[in-house]
Every structure is written in C-alpha cells, then in structure tokens.
C-alpha cells in the first residue's frame, strides 16, 4: 500500500507510539487527576508531560494553557462557543473545514454573526481583505494556516499582528501544520490554536488539543468531574481542568507524547524538508500528466503538504477507487469536509483528487502513485 | 499490585482489548467516513460493529442509536445540553456525579431549574419521591444505576415506568453498571443511557457513548465535519453523525470493541456474579475490623460493585497513601467527584476509601487487602 491520506490521519505511526499506548494499557491501572495511587499519580504526570512535549512544539510559555480534547474539532468548538456571546461578529475565510463554518452558521440563531472573506483562486486569503471586514462588533478572527483543500498557507502571521491592532482575539485552525511546519504561538500573537493528536503530530486517534492565551477565560462545552474541586457544584475556574471534564484519553495521550517527542526528536524543520521535497516531486510529476488539473499555490511558493487534483472530466470519486483497488494507493476524493475552499478554487461540488505525503513517504511511493495516476488517465480516456 | 480502583478505570484490560488497539495502530491507516480507501472503510467498519456489540449489551435495537463521545461525561452533558430548554425544569438525585451535577447548575443561569431528590442514609432514593417533586414544566429525570460512592442501585426500572406514566424523558447515568450489571434500555424504557467505555466495558480511556431513543432529536455540542453531506453549512440531521464531529478515537474504538465482544462472551451475569461474590467477601471482612464504617446498601441487599467505608477517624487520604505505598493496594479516597452522595450518607467533605473489585478481581486479593486495612488500623490507632 502507498498511503498518500496523511491529511485525514497519519499513517504509519512511529513504533515509540505504539510501544507507548500498549506500556499505558498494559502497565498503568489509574485515572489520572481521580485517584492518588501508584497508577494515577502516573497517568496525571503522563498527562502533565504531554503537555509540556506540545508547549515546547508550539512555543506555548506554560503546559497549562494547553487543553486535551477529543479532536481538532472540539478544540475549535470550545474557542468558537467559548468566546462568542450574542451581538458579536466573526470573520474567518472561505478556505476552512466545516468544523469552523458549522459553528460559525448555527450560532447565527443566537445573534452571532460572521463574515466569510473570499481567496483567490489558488485558495490564498488577503490579510487586508480580512482588515476591511472588521466592524465595531468584530470580536474573532478565524483562520486556517494550511488549506485542508489546497495546501495553500495563509498569511497567519500578518493576520496575528492586525488582530491584535485591532483588540481582536484571533484562533489559528492548526490542523494541518501543526508538526509539519514551525509553529510558535508567540510569534503569531495567536489567542487560540487548535491542532488533532493523529495527523503530523502521528499520535493515535481521539486526541487533540486548544492552546488558550494567557488569562483567558472562556466558557465551556461541558461541565462534570475534573478530580478538582470536587465540592464545587460548578465547574472549577481553574485552567485546564475548566475545559476537560471526565476521564481524558490518556491511553492516546499516551501515544500523543511519544509522536510529539519523535518530531522533537527529528525536528519539525526536517520534517517540512522532507514532505516539500515530495509534494514538488508529486506537483512536477502531475503537472506533465496529460489532462490533470492541478489546484492551490503555484509550483514555487510555500505550501503544505496536500496536493489537490482533478483528472480531467473523469469522476474523481471513481479514480480515487481505482487508484485503491489496481494499484493500492490510499488518497482522498471528494470535498474534504470544505465545501466553501471548493467554491472559492472552482472544484464544487463534485471535489478534488488529494495526495497528502507525511513524513515517512519515500520518492519511490511518489513516483509510483504518478506512474499510476497516468495508468489511469489513460485506461479511462 | 492489587487493584481496587476499578470504579475509577477498569484495570488489567483484557489482552485480546490491547490487541485490537495494536492492530488498528498498526495495520489500518484511515479515517472512518472520510476517505473511501479500504483503511478508511475498515475504519469506518470498525465503528460500526462497536455500535452493534454495544446495542447487543444494552439491548438497542438500532446500532444508529449509539453515540460515541469522549466519555461518559461527555455523553451525559450532551443528552442534557441537547434536550433542555430556558424554563424547563429537571429532577435528579443526590447521589449523582458531577457530571450531571454541574451541567445542571450551570444551566441555572440559562433559566433551566432542577429539584434534587434527596436519597436515605444509605444512599438510597425513592421513586415516589421523584413523583412528588414533578412541576409541570419538568421534561427530565436523570437518575444514576449505581452511586460510584456507596454503590447503591437506585430503582430505575421503577423511575423509568413513571417518567413514561407522566411523559418525562428518563437519562440514566449507568458509569458505574454499564459492563458489569445486565441492562436493557429497552425494559428501562430509558430515553438516553449514557456509560464510558473504559470502565466496565473493559475498553480504553478516551472512548464513552449515549444511547439516544427512537427518533429522539437533540441539539448538538459541537459542529463539524461528519464526513456526511459536507457541502451543508449546518450540521446534519442523520444520527449518529450528527452526534460525532470530528474524527473518532477509532484506535481507542477498537479495543472497546474487543472489550464488549469479552463481556459478551463471558457474559454479564457471570461478570456480575464474580464482583458481588468479592464486594460480599469484602463487607463481611470490613464489618469485623474495628473502628471501619462501612456506608450503602445493608450487606444482603444488592449493590454494584462499590464498597465506601471510613477508617474511624483516620484521615482517608493518609489511610489510602499507607495503602498504596506499603500495602501495593490501588484504592481511591475522597469525594470521588459526587459531594452530595456524601451529604447524603454523612461523609462531606472528608469522603470516604473505596475498593471496587472488578472482573478480575480475586478472593486472595480481598483476603490481603482486608489483612492490609486491619494492619494500618492497628499501626495508627
């Protein structure tokens, strides 16, 4: 198999992963935070030190502004419902996943309104377009680093500084940079950054996490037991137990520090090194295959590590199954949960082809994948 | 070690739990229902058979009805958040957790109010004194199984017949049976039943459901990518995706699948059997230590398997540090996230120690374990 879908989970997992969550399952009875034994008391530090391994990745000052949730998308839920109220307005871009906009779009019956800015046809969002948006009610700015769709990297550092000119919080959606690409939370002035376990971060499904400013307090999606306080009847104040409410998957965060500490290890840097490499490899390739039309940044400019494609007028749907079922390739067609990215490039609603390397694909699975790509070109033309 | 902290997190898992978690980390690259390659459709087929080993324990006759969450907190804020509204009015008890607790204090302040039915001594509640406490604007009953304090079974079948008498929705907390006592949410006629994964059902932590009624629908925590009908804007209708945004813990999935199939094959009866045997074992020992209050159910009614007591005036934390430190016994003391179940029995805030034998659980264990609580009694009285 050629696994060419890191972007909707990362494949294979570094060995250190699995030894990790097999050592938790086998070896550690206790809940962290409940109960004070041997075991529980080694849970809370596993705990503890998962988040120091992502504060160090993100350049976060302090392990205890990072909160575990159980994926990006609850990450970027407990932002989104957290901060808003009633009368606020929102602008973000048309370049992000579902689990932005569908929060945006059902928290528009509580008075909260948002504004979507469009990209370019590559996918690439303006900062100033973003400055002309904001209203005297503006509180949040919403955006993706790296297109799910296109790879396409937005100015997020541009966008971090004229948040904050202009008092606006601002959430950076990390989901699909955060452990390929250099991320410090400092640098971009962010006030929220959201990021899954499972996808370069190559930690197990079930985990992922929100990095929240300093002395920000935002209101939860879930109250209940946090082993703290336990005789309060409202949810501790206290940060992060406020926003983890019941047992944490600390089987997969488990797994989590060992992928965290593998790229520690290897070096984020390298890693980008290595995955651009392949994406140029993949984009050259693709780009002198008869009929392909490719989608997102020109050639040259920075991008991540998501290549979107279509083959001609043939169904992307039913290239994506035979490039499975011939010639084992794992890839993703269709809109990638984004519609609005595939309004903005012109793919809607039909979608787009998606090759995603990750930090173990070799030149030889990329040339493959294109040597069959062109196979199947040809054999449907 | 002995290991009696099984109300906390069930410790060992089975092999065959570990195993499955190993397999799917190491072998299945993809994400459940949003790539069509064969890891993601394995993935996809995964959590599908968890769903329907789940409706075979619980007795559910449609695997679309179960909703997987984080946990069991999770499950229960979101059959709470989802079904009330401003001036709706709630009846719980007062051996509940924190994590029905507190949801319903928070929405307090979003005009939804709750009358907490107070339990006996021994942790017991009425269902005729849930009856009595019915307003007309009440739209729920929430009741747990088994206290995870005194272990005391509340009569939900009861509760369950009169919620339905008087058109009230019925939530049962089953955190503490779900596994180890034969449930059918059919004979209940419970409406919602939530349970964590990672407990009795011998699966990994970061995995926990809610079983939601026939054509019962709620609003959501969260919004997001479903890897259904992503050109909607809003979330979609169709359960249980509606429920699941986001990427699923499938690695922790799997072996909570491989958790009920062990359950199935041995059978709840048998499992239950075995921890009453111990819980029995366990009482009869305690109540000839002198100076060791034990709290719940009298010895020869029934009870889950949870047994509270106090070590006449010792200080329960430094009783369970002298446990675990001396003894290799894991136990938990304190409020175990439930102040008002202590209220209730007259333990605030101190708390109690709780052993909570568990499927492996053996006689010798509760022999040494019962030798340790006499030789720490001695050793500081």
């Known amino acids: 198999m050629i696994y060419l879908d890191n972007a909707a989970t990362s494949f294979p997992k570094p060995p250190e992963v699995i ?11 206790g809940n962290a935070g409940r109960s004070a034994h041997q075991g529980g008391l080694a849970s809370s530090r ?4 998962t988040r120091c391994c992502i504060s160090e990745l993100i ?6 502004q990072i909160a575990f949730t159980l994926n990006a998308t609850e990450a970027l839920n407990l932002a989104i419902h957290g901060v808003l109220n009633p009368g606020d307005h929102v602008i973000t871009t048309s370049m992000e996943h579902n689990s932005v906009l569908r929060p945006l779009k059902t928290l528009e019956a509580s008075g909260i309104s948002h504004t979507i800015v469009w990209g370019d046809e590559t996918g690439d969002v303006k900062a100033d377009d973003i400055k ?45 940079s955060c452990g390929s ?12 950054l959201a990021a899954p376990g499972h996808k370069a971060l190559l930690g197990p ?20 037991g946090t082993g703290s306080r336990s005789e309060d009847l409202l949810q501790p104040e206290v940060a992060p137990d406020r926003y983890e409410s019941g047992t944490q998957n600390i089987h997969g965060l488990a797994g989590l520090k060992a992928g965290v500490d593998h790229l520690l290890k290897t070096g984020v840097t390298e890693i980008q090194r290595h995955e651009k490499e392949q994406v140029n490899r993949l984009m050259e390739g693709l780009s002198v295959i008869k009929g392909i039309t490719l989608y997102g940044s020109p050639k040259k400019k920075e991008r991540g590590s998501v290549v979107s494609f279509r083959p001609g007028n043939l169904d992307v749907n039913q290239f994506n199954y035979t490039l499975d079922s011939l ?17 903005t490039i012109g793919t809607f609603p039909e979608g787009t082809l998606r090759f995603s390397p990750g930090w173990h694909t070799t030149a030889d699975e990329i040339e493959a994948a294109l040597t069959a790509v062109s196979q199947v070109m040809k054999q449907f033309s």
Chains 1, 2 share one sequence.
């Open 132 to 176: 002309n948006a904001i209203r005297p009610n503006t509180r949040m700015i919403i955006a993706t680093h790296c297109s799910n769709v296109t790879g396409t990297l937005l100015p997020i550092e541009e966008m971090g500084k004229m948040a904050k000119e202009h008092h606006l919080l601002f959430l950076v959606d990390a989901s699909q």
């Open 59 to 64: 350049h976060c000052p302090d392990p205890l």
């Open 19 to 29: 030894q990790a969550v097999v050592n938790q399952l086998e070896q550690i009875g």
């Open 205 to 224: 499904q079930g985990t992922g996490f929100l990095y929240i400013g300093k002395d920000l307090k935002i209101k939860t999606l879930k109250q209940g």
């Open 46 to 49: 596993l705990i503890y030190e």
């Open 181 to 192: 690409i250099p991320l410090s939370v400092e640098a971009l002035q962010a006030d929220f």
């Open 327 to 343: 010639h084992g390739i794992s890839a993703r067609s269709g809109l990638h949960c984004a519609p609005l990215a595939h309004q």
